[in-house]
Nanobody
Framework: QGQLVESGGGLVQAGGSLKLSCTASGSIFSFNSMGWFRQAPGKERKFVAS????????YYTDSVKGRFTMSRDGAKNAVYLQMNSLKPEDTAVYYC????????????WGQGTQVSVSS
């Protein structure tokens, strides 16, 4: 089914920026969409952003609109999440996920990368 590997997490001060990367072992065009999710300590995993197979549509949860940008590079089988103006409430483990083209379920997940924002 393939593998997703995230990188780019770290510790940053409030107002700073980080760029997360997610590389797939196969073609990202085999998925209906790619997404980023995050899970804060003691909370459920939640949707952050997604990008369609064609790359023409992106979606964001309200709390990150205007601050986060998701993009992709098909030639590298990679998607990215540029995070600007980070806030302490953005602290979480960030997961990359791939949406199955048939079931439309995100059923392939990366191992996660920690993002910590200090105030």
């Amino acid at each position: 089914q393939g593998q997703l590997v995230e990188s780019g997490g770290g510790l940053v001060q409030a107002g700073g920026s980080l760029k997360l990367s997610c590389t797939a072992s196969g073609s990202i065009f085999s998925f209906n969409s790619m997404g980023w999710f995050r899970q804060a300590p003691g909370k459920e995993r939640k949707f952050v952003a997604s990008i369609s197979r064609t790359g023409t549509s992106t979606y964001y949860t309200d709390s990150v609109k205007g601050r986060f940008t998701m993009s992709r590079d098909g030639a590298k089988n990679a998607v990215y999440l540029q995070m600007n103006s980070l806030k302490p409430e953005d602290t979480a483990v960030y997961y990359c996920a791939a949406q199955n083209s048939f079931s439309r379920i995100y059923n392939l997940w990366g191992q996660g990368t920690q993002v910590s924002v200090s105030s």
